[in-house]
């Protein structure tokens, strides 16, 4: 039998095992869609490859972590997470994205849970991280990166000059560029996306 026969849970478990070529034949059998989907909500190509690209690298540096018993129903969850994050942080309305979105499967109810932990402990370890820096920096890098607040709207509601926002922001991520090694590969990968 090869390995273009086997399920996606019989490759998934060879993968847990380090077998990269039961991991390339799941990556192409799904790639497709995903893509597929996260280009119609981000009307992007690009940054549809870069969003599929990061969370197929997680995946991978996670596989022995991770419990995954529908591979498709997963990474569809995944996939969607990262574009809502990449969303969010450029304002646009995923409201809009979802109602003109019929492909949607109504008939499958997904557990998110898993999903809402791993930003948790990405908010607590940057958290974390973030303790060395003086209280207003974090303060004005929480509201920049994590709230997506412009950087005239943190002046504006601190009573600051917009130079200074700018300067905060810039100490902060150089103290978190410094603080990387400190960070899980999934707190990193979502770490990417939050700050650029």
């Keep these: 039998m090869t390995l273009e026969q086997l399920s996606d849970k019989e490759l998934w478990d060879s993968i847990v095992e380090d077998n990269s070529q039961a991991f390339a034949v799941l990556y192409n059998r799904h790639w497709k869609k995903l893509y597929k989907t996260a280009a119609y909500y981000l009307k992007n190509e ?16 996670r596989r022995k972590s991770l419990k995954i018993e529908n591979f498709s129903n997963y990474m569809y969850i995944t996939t969607k997470y990262h574009v809502f994050k990449y969303l969010k942080a450029a304002k646009v309305s995923i409201v809009d994205y979802i109602e003109q979105y019929d492909d949607l499967d109504s008939a499958v109810d997904y557990n998110n849970g898993a999903l809402r932990l791993n930003h948790k402990d990405f908010e607590t370890q940057l958290d974390q991280c973030l303790l060395g820096l003086p209280k207003r920096c974090k303060e004005i890098f929480w509201l920049s990166r994590i709230d997506n607040l ?14 200074t926002v700018e300067n905060q ?10 603080s990387y090694k400190e960070l899980s590969v999934a707190s990193l990968a979502l770490l990417y996306i939050t700050l650029f």
């Design 46 to 61: 690009e940054a549809a490859e870069q969003i599929l690209h990061d969370a197929f690298v997680v995946l991978w540096n």
């Design 150 to 163: 412009s950087n005239d709207e943190i002046a504006e509601q601190l009573g600051i000059s917009k130079r």
């Design 169 to 178: 922001i810039t100490q902060a991520l150089k103290h978190l560029k410094a």
